[in-house]
Structures are given as structure tokens and as C-alpha cells.
């Protein structure tokens, strides 16, 4: 599996921003996709993620009310919308791909993007 990821860029406290995760070489019927960010210095952490099995999605109590995760099937795009920014500097967005149902950690997910970098809020 393979990733384009892009949209970042730089972005006003409160303003918003939506990411591009265009997908190929996916061929299992159920897959959890999930958009991970990492801050100079800091671990990666799990943003969203949703599963293709029934469309459950999870996101982080910190983005919660203001990220939304969403797909075009059509596209083989999946999308993380980001609005209601707030001051954090700068993280590196990355989409990441893992069979069956999507989690919040990071070290099941065996494919990622080249990441995205978002800068001046998280």
C-alpha cells in the first residue's frame, strides 16, 4: 500500500486545513486507515482513524469537535479535516494503513505516507 499525502501547510490560530491521503495497492476488504502527527521533539501520536469493516471512527480527545475523518471511495482518497486550529507549532501529518480494524497506536500500521507538515497550530 501507497500514500500521496498532501494540504499542509501554514495555518492561523483558529483557522482550518484539510489533508489528502490518496491510496493505491490496497486489496483487503477490511483495513483501518489512521492519521498520526508527530512535533519536533515529541512521539507520534494517533489523531483519527476509521475502519472500512463498518465505518467506526476514533479520534483524540485533543481534536475531538474539530477533526473530522472522512473518505471518497471513488478517489481512494481519505481526508482529515482540521478546523478550530489551535497555537501549536509545527507536526509532520502523517496516513498510515493497517488491516482490519483501525486503532489508536502506531505500531500495528505496516504502510505510511511521506507525511504532511502542518505549521503554527495543531
Known amino acids: 500500500v501507497q500514500f500521496v499525502e498532501s494540504g499542509g501547510g501554514l495555518v492561523q490560530p483558529g483557522g482550518s486545513l484539510r489533508l489528502s491521503c490518496s491510496a493505491s495497492?490496497?486489496?483487503?476488504?477490511?483495513?483501518?486507515i489512521g492519521w498520526f502527527r508527530q512535533a519536533p521533539g515529541k512521539e507520534r501520536e494517533g489523531v483519527s482513524c476509521?475502519?472500512?469493516?463498518?465505518?467506526?471512527?476514533y479520534y483524540a480527545d485533543s481534536v475531538k469537535g474539530r477533526f473530522t475523518i472522512s473518505r471518497d471511495n471513488a478517489k481512494n482518497t481519505v481526508y482529515l479535516q482540521m478546523n478550530h486550529l489551535e497555537t501549536g507549532g509545527t507536526a509532520v501529518y502523517f496516513c498510515?494503513?493497517?488491516?482490519?480494524?483501525?486503532?489508536?497506536?502506531?505500531?500495528?500500521?505496516?504502510?505510511w505516507g511521506q507525511g504532511a507538515q502542518v505549521t503554527g497550530s495543531l
Open positions: 498510515a494503513f493497517k488491516g482490519g480494524f483501525c486503532i489508536a497506536g502506531s505500531k500495528e500500521y505496516c504502510s
Open positions: 476509521f475502519s472500512s469493516a463498518d465505518g467506526s471512527t
Open positions: 495497492g490496497i486489496t483487503r476488504n477490511y483495513y483501518g
